[in-house]
């Protein structure tokens, strides 16, 4: 949530609009490239606030809406990973995780691969 690749959402498709799709979520990632999705009850998933479903931003274009780069900067996997490190700590200082899923996150995150795609 801190250093968002996407957006989770309820309602998964294929689950429709019942009481367990309530409480199960779906992860649409920001690719650039694909349209908002669709929910199991057939409303798109709004990722970025603007009540139009349109193209999904990118993991670089969202970020940048969000706060977490100036504009014109690139992400980078440094700085994603740079992200998450002050996530997971500042809650383990905060005594909201324990230092060793602090640690999990870091690892995972200097594994994850960052997807953008290329300028048109």
């Known amino acids: 949530m801190a250093c968002p690749l996407g957006v989770y959402y309820i309602f998964p ?46 993991v670089t274009q969202a970020w940048t809406r969000l706060g977490l780069l100036k504009p014109g900067e690139k992400l980078t996997h440094g700085g994603y990973a740079a992200c998450v490190a002050a996530a997971a700590t500042k809650l383990a200082q905060e005594g909201l995780l324990p230092a060793r899923l602090a640690a ?7 594994a994850t691969t960052l997807r953008e795609p290329e300028p048109r």
């Open 13 to 58: 498709e294929g689950l429709g609009s019942g009481r367990r799709a309530g409480q199960e979520t779906a992860f649409a990632e920001f690719d650039g490239i694909n349209l908002e999705p669709l929910d199991g009850r057939g409303e798109f998933v709004d990722m970025n606030g603007n009540r139009v479903r349109d193209r999904r931003e990118t």
């Open 104 to 110: 999990y996150y870091v690892k995972k995150a200097a």
